[in-house]
């Protein structure tokens, strides 16, 4: 075997330092472009929850107001409700008022009856006199503490015409209340 020489031996050792060195090394530069992606993945992650957070927010923040606006609109339904139910209330206690002063009250026919909104039932109402015939519809004018009938010609026992007026006008129910029927203007 050849002796090798010390220089020789000096240089294949310098050489496999710088080998080792550089294999080394290359394995340093996978490692950090392994912790780089990792972190990129762990940012990309963490960008989606953060993504899922803010959507799962902004649907509750959604649902929280549609709620509030679900709410806001029962609450006007209820209101509504109970202002039909009040009105309901007086026209029936009216309408029961005005049966009160008929000969046959069962015969009371009713048509274009409206409450003012102070209260007052103006209606046409039709009933049954004593002969047990129909005296055509008259206007009628209640309240809780007025009632007053358009009077019917054959009348004798009712108030006078003009309280009537006076009574539909101060009302509000027919502002033209005694000045006779109203003719359309031909064309």
Excluded: W
Excluded at 46 to 57: L, Q, S
Excluded at 94 to 109: F, H, K, N, T
Aim: net charge neutral; with cysteine.
């Amino acid at each position: 075997m050849a002796a090798v020489s010390p220089g020789l031996r000096r240089s294949c050792a310098i050489v496999g330092i710088a080998c080792s060195a550089l294999v080394a090394l290359n394995g340093c530069e996978r490692t950090t472009s392994r912790t780089s992606d990792e972190r990129i993945a762990a940012a990309v992650e963490k960008a989606h929850r953060e993504d899922e957070d803010a959507d799962r927010r902004l649907r509750e923040r959604a649902a929280e107001a549609e709620l509030v606006r679900r709410e806001a609109e029962q609450g006007d339904i209820d209101a509504r409700a109970r202002i039909e139910e009040a009105r309901q209330a007086t026209f029936a206690r009216l309408e029961a008022r005005l049966r009160g002063v008929l000969i046959d009250p069962s015969s009371l026919q009713v048509r274009n009856p409206r409450l003012t909104r102070e209260g007052t039932l103006c209606t046409e109402f039709n009933a049954k006199n004593k002969q047990g015939v129909y005296l055509g519809f008259r206007r009628a004018v209640v309240n809780d503490t007025v009632l007053s009938l358009e009077q019917d010609p054959d009348d004798a026992y009712r108030e006078p015409q003009h309280r009537f007026a006076e009574l539909s006008r101060a009302t509000g129910c027919y502002g033209d209340a005694g000045a006779g029927p109203t003719l359309e203007p031909s064309k």
